[in-house]
C-alpha cells in the first residue's frame, strides 16, 4: 500500500554569517519536492532550520564583538526571513539551541552509550574548523581541507568515540539504495572501501558553547552528532507519525555525514533508517563554488527584494540538481524575461484578454492533451530532476502559443479555441505549481480553477474571464552604449532591451555588421573603445520567419514585417529594407533578430525588434544574415 505521509528535510545551516543563495537552491529544490507530493495528496512534513551550536558561530561572533546568543539569534532570523521571502511551505523551522533539541540529543547519545558504541580515549589528528570535522593527510589537497581551502589544526585531546568501524558491512549495503544520485554512492562506496572505516571522535573537550556529554560536564557532543539529530528532534510529538524521513536533500560537501555517520548512529540507537538522500551540487560563480568562506557569495534577500519570488525560484530550479552549475542575477534576468515574461506571462496574458472579449466555449476534442506531459513530468520530478521537468513545462507552453498564433482566435473570434488554449494553461499551471506558486495561484483565479492533481483529469468550466495581471515584468538594466543602424547611430543611456534613452534616433531599424568589428554587431561604447564581449551578449539573438511585409504608411523606405520568433504571437518589427529587396523576396524568410529590443515608435508604427544584417560599402547594399543550416524559429543565436 501506498505510503500516505511524507517527511522531507533540508540540512541546516550555519549561522556563522547571512545566508548565500547555495542555501536557497537547497530550500527551493525540498520545497518544490514537498509542493508536488501535497499535490498527490499526501500528508507532508518539511523542516528545514540552522545550525546555531557550531563551534565556527562561536568564532565568528567573538570576530564581531557580539555575544553568542546575540550573534546567532541575528542571523537565525535571516534565515527564517529568507523562507518566507522564498515562499517556502516548511510545517517548521528548527533551532539546534533549543531546550528540546538538546533532550533528544542526549537520549539518542545515551542509547549509543547503553550499547557500548561509545567509549572514551585520545585523539590527535587535523582539524578543519570551518567543516568541524578531522581529516587525514589523504584527505587534504594541497595540504588544505578541500571544501574551504584552509590548513588543518593538528589537535590532540582526550575524547569519547563512537564505533563507526562496527557498520561498515551494513553501510556498503546501504548506500547504494540511499543515496542519490548513484555517482555520490560510488565516492562514498570507494572511499570506504580505500580507507577503511575508522571509529570517530564525537566531542568536544573544554568548548563552552553547545550541547553537554551525557554525565561529563567536561565535554559537549560533536556538533556533527548533535546536528544530524535535528531531522528527529525537528518532528516533536509527529515522530512517530513521520519517521523515517523520505527524503534528506542536502549539498555535496557533506555527503558523508549523510551516507555514512547518519545512518550508522541511526543503526546504533536502535532507528528505522530513512529512505533517501538526495545529494546536490553546487551554485558557482564563474567556475568557482559559492561559499561564505570563500568571499564570492551571492545574497539571496538582496535577489528577493529586487525580484519576486517566483521568478528566483525558477531562476534556481532551471540549475542542474546533480552536476554543479553557474549562476548569476543576469542568468535570473534572462529566464524571466525569456521564459516567465515572454512565453508563459504573454500567453496567460493574451489569452485571458480575448476569452474577456469573445467568452469561451467548452469543445470534445482536445488539440492541446496534456496527459503525456503530466507523465513525463511525473518521471522527471521522480528521478529529482527539477530542471528537466520545467523544460519539458515550457516545452508545453510552446505547444499552446504555437496553436494560438496557428489558429487567430483575435481574427476568428472562435471561443473554443480560447477554450482549448485555457484549458492548455490549466494544466500548466497545476504543474507549475510547486515550482512558482504563487504565479500558479494567480492564473487559477484569472481561469477559474482549483491547483489540484485532480483538475488534469477535469475539463475546465465554462465560466467569466477577466484580463489577467502582468505575471512577470521584463527587468531592464542600464548601460552607455552607441548602436548602429542602417540609417545612423543611436547613442546614449541604454537598458538591457537597448532602449534609447534621452538620445537621438536617426534610423535603427536595422543593426549593422562592420567588417572591422571584432564581434558580429557593430556596438561600442560612449567612449569610442570596443564593447567588452559581456555587453554584446546581453543581446538575445533569435532565428525568425518573415510572415508578411507591408510598406510603412509614412516612410517611403521602411517596411512593416510581420516576424514569427517562435514565441506565440508575431511580433511587427520595421525595417529600412526597401532600397533592397522586394516584398516578394522577403516574405518566407529566415533571418537573426534582436528580439530583446524595446519598442520603438518609427514614425507611427511600432517596431518590436531589429533584423541582424550586413552592410557594404556607404549603405550601399544591405544584406541581411541567414542561418547556416535550416534552423527551428525561435532558436537562439549564440
Given at each position: 500500500m501506498a505510503k500516505s505521509n511524507f517527511y522531507i528535510t533540508t540540512a541546516i545551516d550555519y549561522v556563522n554569517a547571512k545566508p548565500h543563495i547555495g542555501h536557497a537552491f537547497e530550500k527551493?529544490?525540498?520545497?518544490?519536492?514537498?509542493?508536488?507530493?501535497?499535490?498527490?495528496?499526501?500528508?507532508?512534513?518539511?523542516?528545514?532550520?540552522?545550525?546555531?551550536?557550531?563551534?565556527?558561530?562561536?568564532?565568528?561572533?567573538?570576530?564581531?564583538?557580539?555575544?553568542?546568543?546575540?550573534?546567532?539569534?541575528?542571523?537565525?532570523?535571516?534565515?527564517?526571513?529568507?523562507?518566507?521571502?522564498?515562499?517556502?511551505s516548511n510545517d517548521d523551522f528548527i533551532r539546534t539551541t533549543a531546550k528540546q533539541h538538546a533532550e533528544v540529543v542526549q537520549s539518542i547519545v545515551k542509547k549509543m552509550i547503553a550499547v557500548k558504541d561509545i567509549y572514551k580515549g585520545?585523539?590527535?589528528?587535523?582539524?578543519?574548523?570551518?567543516?568541524?570535522?578531522?581529516?587525514?593527510?589523504?584527505?587534504?589537497?594541497?595540504?588544505?581541507?578541500?571544501?574551504?581551502?584552509?590548513?588543518?589544526?593538528?589537535?590532540?585531546?582526550?575524547?569519547?568515540?563512537?564505533k563507526l568501524s562496527k557498520y561498515k558491512n551494513q553501510l556498503l549495503k546501504l548506500i547504494p539504495k540511499y543515496v542519490v544520485p548513484l555517482s555520490r554512492a560510488n565516492e562514498i562506496i570507494v572511499r570506504i572501501n580505500d580507507d577503511g572505516l575508522n571509529d570517530i571522535c564525537v566531542s568536544r573537550k573544554g568548548a563552552s558553547w553547545g550541547i553537554n556529554f551525557p554525565d561529563d560536564i567536561n565535554f559537549k557532543i560533536w556538533v556533527w552528532i548533535d546536528a544530524l539529530?535535528?531531522?528527529?528532534?525537528?518532528?516533536?510529538?509527529?515522530?512517530?507519525?513521520?519517521?523515517?524521513?523520505?527524503?534528506?536533500?542536502?549539498?555535496?560537501?557533506i555527503n558523508w555525514f549523510h551516507s555514512v555517520i547518519w545512518p550508522a548512529l541511526l543503526l546504533s540507537a536502535g532507528y528505522k533508517l530513512p529512505e533517501k538522500l538526495l545529494v546536490h551540487g553546487y551554485l558557482n560563480v564563474g567556475g568557482e563554488k559559492i561559499s561564505k568562506s570563500l568571499g564570492n557569495t551571492i545574497d539571496p534577500l538582496e535577489l528577493l527584494n529586487k525580484y519576486s519570488s517566483d521568478a528566483v525560484r525558477y531562476a534556481l530550479l532551471k540549475s542542474s540538481v546533480f552536476n554543479d552549475t553557474d549562476f548569476s542575477e543576469e542568468i535570473l534576468i534572462q529566464r524571466n524575461n525569456n521564459e516567465l515574461a515572454n512565453k508563459l506571462g504573454n500567453l496567460v496574458s493574451r489569452v485571458s484578454t480575448l476569452a474577456e472579449i469573445y467568452g469561451l466555449e467548452s469543445c470534445?476534442?482536445?488539440?492541446?492533451?496534456?496527459?503525456?506531459?503530466?507523465?513525463?513530468?511525473?518521471?522527471?520530478?521522480?528521478?529529482?530532476?527539477?530542471?528537466?521537468?520545467?523544460?519539458?513545462?515550457?516545452?508545453?507552453?510552446?505547444?499552446?502559443?504555437?496553436y494560438v498564433q496557428a489558429k487567430k482566435p483575435w481574427e476568428t473570434q472562435d471561443k473554443k479555441v480560447l477554450w482549448v488554449s485555457s484549458n492548455a494553461i490549466k494544466d500548466v499551471a497545476i504543474l507549475l505549481s510547486p515550482f512558482i506558486p504563487s504565479a500558479a495561484d494567480k492564473i487559477s483565479k484569472v481561469f477559474n480553477f482549483e491547483i489540484a492533481l485532480s483538475e488534469l483529469d477535469k475539463p475546465l468550466k465554462v465560466s467569466k474571464i477577466k484580463k489577467a495581471e502582468i505575471l512577470f515584468k521584463k527587468v531592464e538594466l542600464a548601460q552607455n552604449v552607441l548602436v548602429k543602424g542602417s540609417g545612423g547611430v543611436v547613442s546614449g543611456k541604454v537598458d538591457e532591451k537597448l532602449k534609447v534613452k534621452s538620445a537621438r534616433v536617426k534610423s535603427a531599424s536595422v543593426l549593422s555588421v562592420s567588417k572591422e568589428a571584432p564581434v558580429a554587431?557593430?556596438?561600442?561604447?560612449?567612449?569610442?573603445?570596443?564593447?567588452?564581449?559581456?555587453?554584446?551578449?546581453?543581446l538575445d539573438?533569435?532565428?525568425?520567419?518573415?510572415?508578411?511585409?507591408?510598406?510603412?504608411?509614412?516612410?517611403?523606405?521602411?517596411?512593416?514585417?510581420?516576424?514569427?520568433?517562435?514565441?506565440?504571437?508575431?511580433?511587427?518589427?520595421?525595417?529600412?529594407?526597401?532600397?533592397?529587396?522586394?516584398?516578394?523576396?522577403l516574405v518566407g524568410k529566415k533571418a537573426v533578430f534582436v528580439a530583446n529590443l524595446a519598442p520603438a515608435n518609427l514614425r507611427g508604427v511600432e517596431s518590436n525588434g531589429m533584423i541582424l544584417a550586413a552592410v557594404e560599402g556607404n549603405d550601399e547594399k544591405v544584406v541581411f544574415l541567414l542561418p547556416e543550416k535550416d534552423l527551428k524559429i525561435g532558436s537562439k543565436v549564440e
Open positions: 527551493a529544490l525540498a520545497d518544490t519536492l514537498a509542493r508536488w507530493q501535497r499535490l498527490q495528496g499526501k500528508k507532508v512534513y518539511f523542516i528545514t532550520g540552522v545550525d546555531e551550536n557550531a563551534q565556527k558561530n562561536v568564532l565568528a561572533a567573538e570576530k564581531a564583538g557580539v555575544p553568542v546568543k546575540e550573534f546567532v539569534d541575528k542571523n537565525a532570523g535571516l534565515f527564517i526571513e529568507l523562507c518566507k521571502k522564498l515562499d517556502l585520545n585523539y590527535s589528528g587535523l582539524y578543519c574548523v570551518g567543516c568541524e570535522t578531522y581529516y587525514t593527510e589523504k584527505d587534504l589537497v594541497n595540504g588544505k581541507c578541500p571544501e574551504h581551502k584552509t590548513v588543518p589544526e593538528k589537535r590532540t585531546e582526550e575524547a569519547y568515540f563512537f539529530i535535528n531531522y528527529i528532534s525537528g518532528l516533536k510529538e509527529k515522530e512517530k507519525q513521520y519517521w523515517p524521513a523520505d527524503v534528506h536533500v542536502v549539498g555535496k560537501g470534445a476534442k482536445l488539440k492541446l492533451d496534456s496527459k503525456l506531459l503530466v507523465k513525463k513530468v511525473n518521471v522527471c520530478i521522480a528521478g529529482y530532476e527539477f530542471d528537466k521537468a520545467l523544460s519539458e513545462i515550457f516545452a508545453f507552453i510552446d505547444l499552446i502559443n504555437e554587431g557593430s556596438i561600442e561604447p560612449v567612449s569610442s573603445s570596443k564593447v567588452p564581449f559581456a555587453d554584446f551578449a546581453k539573438l533569435r532565428v525568425g520567419k518573415i510572415l508578411e511585409v507591408n510598406d510603412h504608411p509614412k516612410a517611403d523606405k521602411l517596411y512593416v514585417l510581420t516576424v514569427d520568433l517562435g514565441e506565440g504571437a508575431p511580433r511587427t518589427i520595421v525595417a529600412g529594407l526597401k532600397k533592397f529587396y522586394s516584398k516578394e523576396e
